[in-house]
């Protein structure tokens, strides 16, 4: 149980409605209703390709955890993640022209394998 910073009152900061409205830590979910939404950081998201040698990892922020987890599902639909190979041989592809995200980070992996170009 936390104490909100705003109004006072004791809330369970693991519940289902707090979890949905998000909202800082010491926010109730009612206060963060009433303030317009949740104002915390953006969400992120870090999702890897292996080339080469090196695995590559791309970390991106998404405005809400809806386009957060609409990008992840879609992600992991179209590189097989959990899959092996048999995302590449069907032709269910999930699209993802549209969803909107800002790049945070990258580290691309190296492509030269065993120094060879």
């Not at 104490?3 to 004791?10: F, I, L, N, P, V």
């Not at 292996?50 to 179209?78: P, Q, V």
């Amino acid at each position: 149980m936390r104490t909100c910073r705003h109004c006072e009152d004791e809330f369970d900061e693991h519940s289902q409605m707090k979890r949905e409205v998000g909202g800082y830590i010491n926010e109730c979910p009612w206060c963060v209703q009433e303030r317009g939404g949740d104002d915390s950081p953006p969400k992120y998201l870090g999702v890897q390709g292996g080339d080469g040698k090196m695995a590559g990892i791309t970390i991106l922020a998404f405005e809400d955890n809806a386009s957060r987890e609409a990008y992840k599902r879609a992600w992991s639909n179209n590189t097989g993640m959990s899959k092996g190979k048999s995302c590449h041989l069907s032709g269910s592809l999930t699209a993802m022209h549209g969803m909107k995200f800002k790049k945070i980070g990258e580290n691309m992996g190296n492509s030269n394998h065993k120094g060879k170009l």
